[in-house]
């Protein structure tokens, strides 16, 4: 099943773009709203994720409906400040994180989260911690208690995922493109606009 996502900056829509290596976006020139319409939904935060200026008041909270925030976090002890907030689930993506160390260190804050894997050919992350082997890095999270994945598929491309490790998880997928092919183990996809 497909599910919204939108990303903003500034109070404006926008669509978020992987090129190079980086996150940049595309500005809609649209006011953001939050649309309590769709039951399930995925935001990103680009003020977050590209500047570590996150904006999350911008949601409203404690929603009714089912929410995934991610702020791009850059330090897994901000998480705090994300569930504190209650805007949603909180996603705690690995992109910038600085190893299992810190990812340790932020899950000593939360339970209740989904972890943010970012994919193009490969996983895209800053540490070699997580530029390992998709499967491993499943295995290891598995480890840590944490089953709520978000793959994001930043060029169209996802990763092969053998039913047996999937099977113990909650996978979304979310495409920063148009392609909206949902593989054996998404439980949703997530299209932005």
Do not use: C
């Not at 060029?155 to 979310?174: E, F, K, R, V």
Request: proline share 4%; hydrophobic share 40%.
């Amino acid at each position: 099943m497909t599910q919204q996502a939108e990303a903003y900056f500034n109070g404006k829509k926008v669509k978020p773009i992987w090129n190079k290596g980086k996150f940049s976006f595309e500005d809609k020139n649209v006011k953001f709203e939050y649309s309590e319409s769709a039951k399930k939904q995925l935001f990103w935060d680009m003020g977050g994720i590209i500047k570590n200026r996150p904006s999350i008041y911008t949601l409203p909270s404690n929603p009714e409906n089912e929410i995934f925030v991610d702020s791009g976090l850059i330090w897994g002890e901000d998480i705090i400040d994300l569930i504190l907030s209650d805007r949603g689930k909180v996603v705690l993506p690995l992109r910038n994180l600085q190893g299992f160390n810190e990812l340790d260190d932020a899950l000593n804050f939360a339970d209740d989260i989904a972890i943010g894997v970012d994919w193009s050919d490969r996983i895209e992350a800053n540490h070699s911690d997580f530029t390992i082997d998709i499967v491993d890095l499943l295995h290891n999270l598995i480890k840590r208690n944490q089953t709520t994945i978000l793959i994001y598929s930043l060029n169209g491309d996802y990763p092969y995922i053998p039913a047996g490790t999937s099977s113990n998880l909650d996978m979304y997928l979310a495409y920063l493109s148009n392609t909206n092919v949902q593989p054996s183990w998404a439980k949703e996809v997530f299209l932005f606009e």
